[in-house]
């Protein structure tokens, strides 16, 4: 279970602070809104709370305010703006530089089996690349094994903005232990629906109608908004769900 402290930017982080591994040989993983300062400092980019997690000796600085800045190994939800010869050229955020993502980095994809996107198309991709002075670069398969393990294009739907933090929450593997997110339980045992989340706070429902597509949607960004907890996570999912 991950522990939190309210930080602000350039504090420095004191090793008291530091997640401790019982295992020598896992280093200290560095997550969103960290920066090291060589040899032994390590400070806050943004303010938020300082989460660690001891299982996974990882650190990282939660925040629901500010523009989200790629991190490799990110999955995120984007959008082709257009394509050049090898490339298709994605939108993760509005206003930032363009992320690259090869036509052929899909599974078992060659020239004559790669998917056609057009403009518009959304895909769900992992940053496979990431640096301040280049683009982003994606890949929609997993590296290690090669299969797409639900990336690619993602056709019907609909996508609905959240902050930064609550993507995060939803992308933990326990919504519940871990993110405090009991909502889309609550709501699967009344309707069946597909949820593909991004960590640049974007997050693609799918159901059988548009109102339960528009449902689920709708209580994430209502939960969002006002911090529900576990208890009031549940009594909106039965209000709602009652209203239908």
């Keep these: ?10 504090e420095t982080i004191g090793s008291n ?9 896992v280093p200290l993983k560095l997550g969103p809104g960290l920066r090291h300062i060589p040899p032994s400092i390590i400070t806050p980019t943004v303010a938020g709370s300082l989460c660690t997690d001891q299982k996974k000796n990882a650190i990282w600085v939660e925040s629901n305010t500010g523009r989200y800045i790629p ?13 050049s010869t090898d490339l298709y050229h ?11 993502l ?6 078992g994809a060659t020239k004559k089996t790669r998917p056609q996107l057009s403009s518009g198309s959304l895909i769900y991709a992992r940053v496979s690349s990431a640096s301040k002075h280049l683009d982003p670069e994606l890949v929609c398969y997993n ?15 609909m996508v609905f903005d959240v902050s930064i933090g609550m993507a995060r929450r939803l992308l933990m593997n326990k919504q519940k232990e871990e993110g405090g997110i009991v909502l889309l339980e609550e709501i699967a045992e009344k309707i069946p629906f597909e949820v593909a989340v991004g960590r640049n706070g974007k997050v693609w429902v799918k159901s059988g109608g548009v109102k339960e597509t528009l449902l689920v949607g709708r209580a994430l ?9 576990l208890e009031e996570q549940g009594k ?5 769900l009652k209203e239908l």
């Design 102 to 107: 090869p036509q052929l980095a899909f599974e």
């Design 1 to 10: 279970m991950a522990t939190q402290l309210l930080v602000l930017p350039g």
């Design 17 to 25: 602070i530091l997640p401790f591994s019982s295992n020598p040989s």
């Design 90 to 100: 994605c939108s993760i955020t509005p206003h930032t530089i363009f992320a690259q």
């Design 71 to 83: 991190q490799t190994n990110d999955i995120v939800l984007a959008t082709v703006h257009h394509s």
């Design 143 to 157: 590296l290690a094994t090669g299969k797409s393990d639900g990336m690619g294009e993602l056709k019907g739907g």
């Design 236 to 240: 909106l999912a039965r209000r709602m």
């Design 221 to 229: 960004q209502q939960t969002d908004l006002e911090g529900f907890g």
